[in-house]
């Protein structure tokens, strides 16, 4: 129903519009209690938390996965919540949240692909990014989305972001403005790890499986001569902040072979998944194709 959603939309922008000006550390608490809340809530997203889980750290032991999963939940509900601020508060508000820790040179133009791993500070990085690139005449930053299937937050999301100069390109579109892109010298953001079907997809490992992973980055790396560099917005010690940390280039990336590098790029994604598994987005099927004959890994 047309109007049911309309209200939907109502209501929804304008808590994020409330939460954008409240104090931080509440809307922290807000944003824990809400992932607490749906971890209790039986839903499909809640098994498919567990079952990556289960996949990826089969070591573990049934009663510890129901612990990382709830904190993953807390951690997850939490960065709903913060992107009230990220979407619509100010430069200060943003870069009090996200600080930018850089092994590279910014702004100086040098073709780059910089790869974003789904954890829950990424929208955070791309906008505290953007914020200094907009403060420093720096080249713009450019994201690739996927629609979403509520076409008014789409089209929300997509002026939140560019907000201070970034732009938002769709996944499905032309591969020559996307090279012209990086060639300018914009910051490129890509972020690999999700199964967007078999096109220009390959299976390679992630955490032992076979996981459909799409080959853009090297293909990408190579027709524009882009260096290749990971991105990770990660939970600072004491959980009042992120650090947005770049890394320097990749070394001897992109080779030749599109299929090795990308089994490359999913094992640097999964030594930072090691590191804080509960910040990152296991509510993602990672799995959902499988190579031809093997049965689905969510049933």
């Known amino acids: 129903m047309p ?12 808590l994020l519009r409330l939460f954008a000006f409240l104090p ?8 824990y209690g809400l992932g607490w809340l749906v971890a209790h809530i039986p839903n499909e997203r809640v098994k498919v938390v567990k079952t990556n889980l289960r996949l990826c750290f ?14 993953h939940w807390k951690l997850f509900g939490r960065s709903v919540i913060e992107r009230s601020r990220i979407w619509l508060g100010n430069e200060k508000q943003i870069t009090d949240i ?8 910014l702004g100086d133009r040098k073709p780059r692909l910089l790869i974003n791993p789904h954890f829950v500070g990424l929208e955070g990085g791309f906008m ?65 790890d999700i199964d967007l079907g078999q096109r220009d997809s390959v299976f390679v490992p992630f955490f032992g499986i076979q996981t459909n992973t799409i080959t853009s980055v090297s293909r990408l790396a190579r027709l524009s001569g882009a260096e290749v560099c990971l991105m990770t917005t990660a939970l600072n010690p004491n959980r009042k902040a992120y650090t947005c940390n770049i890394s320097a280039p990749l070394p001897n990336f992109p080779t030749d072979d599109v299929e090795a590098d990308t ?37």
Do not use: C
């Open 3 to 14: 109007w049911l959603q309309n209200v939907f939309n109502f209501l929804a922008l304008n």
């Open 24 to 31: 931080y550390t509440l809307t922290i608490y807000v944003g």
């Open 58 to 71: 089969p070591n573990l032991s049934e009663d510890e996965i129901d612990v990382l999963a709830l904190e």
């Open 98 to 105: 996200v600080t930018i820790n850089s092994a590279i040179t």
């Open 128 to 192: 505290a990014l953007s914020v200094l690139a907009s403060q420093h005449d720096w080249p713009r930053g450019v994201g690739l989305y996927q629609n979403m299937k509520n076409p008014f937050f789409n089209q929300k999301m997509i002026e939140w972001r560019s907000r201070f100069g970034g732009k938002s390109i769709e996944r499905q579109s032309r591969l020559r403005d996307l090279i012209r892109e990086i060639q300018t010298g914009n910051f490129i953001f890509i972020a690999p």
């Open 263 to 299: 089994a490359r790029l999913n094992k640097y994604i999964e030594v930072l998944v090691r590191e804080r598994p509960a910040e990152y987005y296991w509510v993602h099927k990672r799995f959902k194709n499988r190579p031809p004959g093997e049965p689905s890994l969510y049933n």
